[in-house]
Each structure stands twice: as C-alpha cells, then as structure tokens.
T-cell receptor, first 113, second 111 residues
Framework: EPEVTQTPSHQVTQMGQEVILRCVPISNHLYFYWYRQILGQKVEFLVS????????KSEIFDDQFSVERPDGSNFTLKIRSTKLEDSAMYFC???????????FGNGTRLTVT | KNEVEQSPQNLTAQEGEFITINCSYSVGISALHWLQQHPGGGIVSLFM???GKKKHGRLIATINIQEKHSSLHITASHPRDSAVYIC?????????????FGAGTRLTVKP
C-alpha cells in the first residue's frame, strides 16, 4: 500500500537555526497537510496545501513557518529561527479527492536545543 | 473549552473485553475521524465518517450528528490494540481543511 514518507525521523537543531522537514505524499493525492504534536499534548493543525497554495492555516502557522512543494513530489515545512518551543513531532499527511481519509507519515521528531 | 472532548483519558482492559471510547464536539463539522497512534508515534486513520456507522474488522465507529457525539468500539480486545485513540473533526464545510483533535484516549489491553 502506498505510504506517506517523512525525513528525517529525528532532527536536532540549535535555537535560531532554520530547519526543513521533508515529506513525500502519496503520488496521486492532491491535498497536503502539516500537523504538530508537542510531547504529551494533542495533535494540532498547522497548514493545508492544495493546488500549489496554502488553503488553510492555523494561528500557530505564523511568519516563522512556510511550506513548499518544490518539485511535484516533495512537500516541505520550513521553520526559520527555531525556538525551544518548536520542539515537537511534526506529521505530514495527504489525501485524495473528495471524501477520502487522511494518510499520515510516521513523523519527524524535532528537538531544538 | 476544548472543541473536541474525549473520554476516558486512560482505559485499561483485559484481553477479550468490549471497549468503548467516546468523543463529543462543539463545532460544525464536515467529517469526524478516529485515529490510532502507536507507541512509536505513527498515526493511522481508522475511520472517517459523517453519519451513521462504519465497521472494519473488530472496530466499529458511530456518530450522532444531532447530539454531536461519536463512539469507537473495539470488540474482543487484544493486547495489540494497545495504543492512543484520537478523535478529530474537520471543521466547517466546503474547502475548509482545519482539523481539531481530541487529547486522545490511552488504551492498554492486558493479556
């Protein structure tokens, strides 16, 4: 069965550095998402992306964050000038058209030191 | 107030028991999702529903739109069912993709 793949599985970075989290959605999917889960807390919606543009974003998704689909297969989340509180598990998800379920990647655990 | 509330927070059962996890929501939704999160952190979508009932193997999900309530049932529970079960809703309608998540129910099934 096709999968959503995320790399790296674990990223450690220093405060103030920029990180790029990478996702390869399922190939025929059209809707792409990023979510965040701080350790011990619930999953939070960050952003959705469709037709090469952001379709929805949460209040968490401020100017520090950006998303891109640079080459038709990868879907990236960039976090500029990371803060300690950005430490979390970041999940990518994708879905096909219409009323179809989400498919999640296994997540990238980001640790900001 | 949280838009998605789950109960219980933690649940311990003996193998073979029938399990029910409840979810209530307070916003207009286009779909409700039940997700399973394994100890390693990965998330799997179990069900997406907007009305009625769905069944997959030993799992059953129901939703009552009028009461804004959904339940996830597991029949003949097994230790491999041990995981965190998360209820989530897609808010609004049309192209709205904003999802809100419950805090999860940690299920432990003992042999």
């Amino acid at each position: 069965e096709p999968e959503v793949t995320q790399t790296p599985s674990h990223q450690v970075t220093q405060m103030g550095q920029e990180v790029i989290l990478r996702c390869v959605p399922i190939s025929n999917h059209l809707y792409f998402y990023w979510y965040r889960q701080i350790l011990g807390q619930k999953v939070e919606f960050l952003v959705s992306f469709y037709n090469n543009e952001i379709s929805e974003k949460s209040e968490i998704f401020d100017d520090q964050f950006s998303v891109e689909r640079p080459d038709g297969s990868n879907f990236t989340l960039k976090i500029r000038s990371t803060k300690l509180e950005d430490s979390a598990m970041y999940f990518c998800a994708s879905k096909g058209t219409g009323y179809s379920p989400l498919h999640f990647g296994n997540g990238t655990r980001l640790t900001v030191t | 107030k949280n838009e998605v509330e789950q109960s219980p927070q933690n649940l311990t059962a003996q193998e073979g028991e029938f399990i029910t996890i409840n979810c209530s929501y307070s916003v207009g939704i286009s779909a409700l999702h039940w997700l399973q999160q394994h100890p390693g952190g990965g998330i799997v979508s179990l069900f997406m529903l907007s009305s009625g009932k769905k069944k997959h193997g030993r799992l059953i999900a129901t939703i009552n739109i009028q009461e804004k309530h959904s339940s996830l049932h597991i029949t003949a529970s097994h230790p491999r069912d041990s995981a965190v079960y998360i209820c989530a809703v897609t808010k609004g309608f049309g192209n709205n993709n904003d999802m809100r998540f419950g805090a999860g129910t940690r299920l432990t099934v003992k042999p």
